[in-house]
C-alpha cells in the first residue's frame, strides 16, 4: 500500500513550508513535493498605489531582504522616469545590495545551516542550533554573528536602520553618505576578512567529511542564469542576465534584462503557491535552471576581486564545467561573503562615492519599467506598469526562491530516495531532506510573502488516510 | 555610577507590540544619571550590541504566554534563560531570546541583564494598544524606574565597600 511522509513544516527557512515524500508499495521514494500553502500577494495590493511608493513598500515583502527589493523596485521606477541615475548613487546603492548579501548570506551559512555541518545531520535536534554551535565551537559562531553585524551596521550606516531602510528612492538615494560614516564602515572590513577567510579555511577542511551529501544533495545537470558585469565579472546590482548549461557551456550571455518574458516562462501547480518559472526555449519539462550563489559562481568568468578569484579557482575543482552539487551552495555563500567586503572596499575607496549628486529628478516618462538585481538567494526581477496618474495598474515579481523552485523538488526527491526507505525513518534521514532545501536558503516569504514558524511534524500517512506513523519536534 | 541601558523593543505598528517602546518613552521622561533609553525592533543582533559596554541592561518586550494582559513578569536573564515558550514566533528567528542567548554562550552579556515581559492582548496590524496594556504601562514604568534605582544603589554601595 502507498504511503505519504509529510515534513511540515520544514525549519531553519524564512517562511512557512513543508514537505510529502510519497512511497510507494516497496516503501521507496516515488515522488516528493515542496508545498508553500501561504499566500500574502504583494503584486495585487499594490495595484492602485503611486509609483514612487512602491521601493518602500516591496521591502516590505521581507525582512531578510529588504535591500534587494527596494533597489529591484527602485530600479523599476528608474526605468518608468527613464532616467540614468548619478554614478554615485548607483555605486552607494551597489554597497547597500552587497552589505545586504552578506549579511542574509552569513544569516543563511552561521545561523541556519552551520548547526548541521558542524554538529552533524545525526545530532540531536534540541542542540543542533545556533546555541549549540556556540557552546561547541564559539569562535565560529562569533565570526558568523560579527560578519552578519558588519553587513546589517553598513546598511544601517547608509539607510538609516538595519531593516526596511528607506534611503533608496527612485532616480536614486535620498542622502549622500558622509566621509565620517564611510570611514566608520572601512574600519570594520580587516576584521570581517579575517573572520570569512577562517570560515573559508575551517568549511573546505570539513568538506571532506560531507562527501555523501555532496553527491546526493540535488546534485544533478542543470542550466545556472544570473547578472554579470560586462566583462563577466560577479555583480549585483546592475548588468546583463548570463545562462551557462551543466558542462559550463554558454548558452546565452549579455541578455537585457528588460527582455526576460522572452525567456523565462512560469508553470503553477495545484498543490503549491510557488509558481515554476522556467527557461522558455527549452520548455517547461527541460527547462529548468538554478540562480543564487551556486549560479553566480558558475556563470560569472571571474569574480574580480583579489581574495575571492583565488577561492573562486580552488571552488571550480569541484566540478567539471559547471559545480552542480547544492551543497556547495554553502561554499559559495562564504566566497560571494569574501567578494562582497573586497567589492565594498574598492567603491568606498573611490573619493567620488561622497559626492552630493545622488539623485536625478523626473517625472514618468514610461508606462513601464522593468528593474533586475541579484537578491542574496539570486535573480530578482521587478516589472510595474502605470497609469496617466502614475497609480500601478499591474505588477510582477519573480523571485530567487521561485527561479529555483524546480530546482528545490528534484532536490528534495533525489535526497529522499538516497536516505529514506520505508518504515525505518529517522530524524537523521528526514534532517537529510530539509537540509537539501536549506542549501537554497529558500526564502518563502518573498516568494509568496508566508510569515511565521512552528515545530515540526513528520507524518506518515497510508494512501487511505489513516495515519501510521508521526514524529513531532518542538 | 553603572552604565546601565534601558532597551524598549516592539512593533509601534502592531497594537500591543509597541508596549516596550512606550515603557521605554516613560522611563526617558524622568531622566536618571547613567541611564541611556534606546528603542528597538528586537532583532537579536542588534541587541548583541545595544548593551555592549553597559554594567546592566534593563529590556522591555511584549508577548502573549498564556496569562492575562497587562499580566507583568520579571526575568533576571542575565543568571537564567529565558522561558523559550515566551518568545515564539518570531518572523526571523532571530530575536530577543536567540540574541540574548548566543550572547550568553559568547560571554557577550552585561553584568546584569533584567527582562521585563508584559502580556498582551492584540498584535494584529494598527496603532494603539488595548485597554489593558494601556492602564499597565504606568506600572512598568514604574517597576523599570525601581530597577535602575536599586541597580544605582548596588553599584554605589559596591563601590563604596571597594574604596574601604
Same mark, same amino acid.
Given at each position: 500500500? @502507498? /504511503? ?7 525549519t531553519r527557512l524564512e517562511g512557512h ?10 516503501? *521507496? #521514494? ?29 521591502s516590505r515583502i521581507c525582512g531578510i531582504c529588504p535591500v ?5 523596485? *527602485? ?5 518608468? =522616469?527613464? #532616467? ?5 548613487? *548607483?555605486?552607494?546603492?551597489? #554597497?547597500?545590495?552587497?552589505?545586504q548579501?552578506?549579511q542574509s548570506?552569513a544569516l543563511s551559512?552561521f545561523y541556519l545551516?552551520?548547526? !548541521? ?12 542550533n545556533l546555541f549549540?554551535?556556540a ?6 559562531a562569533?565570526?558568523g554573528v560579527g560578519l552578519r553585524q558588519f553587513g546589517q551596521q553598513i546598511i544601517e550606516s547608509?539607510g538609516g536602520r538595519r531593516i526596511h531602510p528607506g ?15 564611510? !570611514?566608520?564602515? =572601512? ?23 560531507? /562527501? ?35 558542462? @559550463? ?6 541578455? !537585457? ?45 571571474? $569574480? ?11 571552488? &571550480?575543482?569541484?566540478? &567539471?564545467? *559547471? ?30 562615492? =561622497? ?22 538567494? @539570486? ?10 496618474? @502614475? ?28 536516505? #529514506? ?22 526564502c518563502?516569504s $518573498?516568494?509568496?510573502h508566508a510569515v511565521g514558524q512552528m ?11 489513516? =495515519? ?7 | 555610577?553603572?552604565?546601565i541601558f534601558v532597551i524598549g523593543i516592539g512593533n509601534e505598528y502592531a497594537r500591543d507590540d509597541a508596549a516596550g517602546l512606550l515603557v521605554a518613552r516613560g522611563v526617558k ?6 541611564v541611556e533609553v534606546l528603542e528597538q525592533s528586537g532583532e537579536g543582533g542588534k541587541l548583541m550590541e545595544s548593551w555592549k559596554g553597559a554594567?546592566a541592561a534593563i529590556v522591555i518586550d511584549a508577548a502573549r504566554c498564556g496569562g492575562?494582559p497587562g499580566t507583568l513578569h520579571r526575568f533576571d536573564a542575565g543568571?537564567e534563560p529565558l522561558p523559550a515558550e515566551f518568545f515564539r514566533g518570531s518572523t526571523h528567528a532571530f530575536g530577543l531570546y536567540e540574541g540574548l542567548e548566543v550572547a550568553r554562550s559568547l560571554?557577550q552579556l552585561p553584568?546584569r541583564l533584567i527582562v521585563y515581559v508584559v502580556e498582551g492582548r492584540d498584535f494584529a496590524a494598527g496603532i494603539g494598544l488595548s485597554?489593558?496594556l494601556e492602564?499597565a504601562i504606568?506600572?512598568v514604568v514604574?517597576a523599570v524606574?525601581?530597577e ?17
Open positions: 500500500m @502507498g /504511503r505519504q511522509i509529510l515534513i511540515d513544516p520544514v513550508a513543508k514537505i510529502t515524500l510519497h512511497l510507494d508499495d516497496e516503501g *521507496a #521514494v516515488e515522488a516528493a513535493h515542496f508545498h508553500v500553502t501561504q499566500l500574502r500577494g504583494f503584486e495585487k495590493f499594490c495595484e492602485g498605489r503611486r509609483f514612487f511608493e512602491m521601493p518602500y513598500l516591496m534587494s527589493h527596494l533597489i529591484a523596485s *527602485a530600479k523599476t521606477c528608474d526605468a518608468i =522616469l527613464a #532616467v540614468s541615475i548619478p554614478e554615485t548613487a *548607483a555605486n552607494l546603492r551597489r #554597497v547597500m545590495n552587497l552589505a548579501i552578506i548570506h551559512f545551516s552551520s548547526p !548541521d555541518l558542524l554538529l552533524g545531520m545525526e545530532a540531536d535536534p534540541g542542540e543542533r549549540g554551535v557552546a561547541a565551537h564559539p569562535a565560529l562569533h565570526d547608509l534611503w533608496v528612492v527612485p532616480g536614486g538615494v535620498a542622502e549622500p553618505l558622509t566621509a565620517e560614516r564611510r !570611514d566608520r564602515i =572601512l574600519a570594520g572590513i580587516p576584521e570581517a576578512l579575517s573572520r570569512v577567510q577562517r570560515t573559508l579555511d575551517w568549511f573546505k577542511r570539513t568538506i571532506e567529511s560531507f /562527501r555523501e551529501e555532496i553527491r546526493t544533495f540535488a546534485n544533478f545537470p542543470s542550466m545556472f542564469l544570473g547578472l554579470v558585469g560586462p566583462n563577466g565579472e560577479l555583480e549585483t546590482y546592475d548588468g546583463k542576465l548570463r545562462l551557462r548549461g551543466e558542462t @559550463g557551456n554558454l548558452i546565452h550571455d549579455q541578455l !537585457d534584462p528588460q527582455r526576460y518574458a522572452e525567456f523565462i516562462g512560469e508553470v503553477s501547480e495545484p498543490w503549491t503557491y510557488m509558481k515554476f518559472p522556467y527557461y522558455k526555449p527549452a520548455g517547461s519539462e527541460h527547462g529548468f535552471y538554478r540562480v543564487g550563489p551556486l549560479a553566480r559562481l558558475n556563470i560569472v568568468s571571474r $569574480c574580480g576581486t583579489t581574495r575571492a578569484d583565488q577561492e573562486l579557482a580552488e571552488f &571550480r575543482e569541484m566540478g &567539471r564545467g *559547471a559545480v552542480l552539487s547544492s551543497f556547495h551552495y554553502h561554499y559559495a555563500r562564504l566566497i560571494e561573503i569574501l567578494h562582497g567586503i573586497e567589492r565594498i572596499e574598492e567603491l568606498l575607496a573611490d573619493p567620488k562615492i =561622497l559626492s552630493k549628486d545622488v539623485r536625478a529628478v523626473a517625472e514618468p516618462n514610461r508606462r513601464e519599467g522593468i528593474g533586475v538585481a541579484e537578491a542574496p538567494r @539570486g535573480t530578482l526581477i521587478h516589472h510595474y506598469k502605470i497609469d496617466d496618474e @502614475g497609480l500601478i495598474t499591474w505588477a510582477n515579481l519573480i523571485i530567487a526562491t521561485g527561479h529555483n523552485n524546480m530546482a528545490m523538488n528534484r532536490g528534495i526527491l533525489q535526497a529522499a530516495r538516497h536516505y #529514506v526507505s520505508g518504515d525505518q525513518i529517522s530524524e537523521g534521514m528526514l534532517n537529510r531532506v530539509e537540509a537539501v532545501i536549506r542549501t537554497f536558503d529558500p518563502l $518573498c516568494s509568496t515545530p515540526m511534524l513528520v507524518q506518515v500517512v497510508a494512501r487511505d488516510g489513516t =495515519l501510521v506513523r508521526e514524529l513531532r519536534r518542538n | 555610577m553603572a552604565k521622561k524622568q531622566p536618571h544619571e547613567g554594567d492575562a543568571r560571554d553584568r485597554a489593558e492602564g504606568p506600572a514604574a524606574t525601581r535602575i534605582c536599586e541597580i544605582q544603589d548596588g553599584a554605589s554601595l559596591e563601590a563604596q565597600s571597594n574604596t574601604r
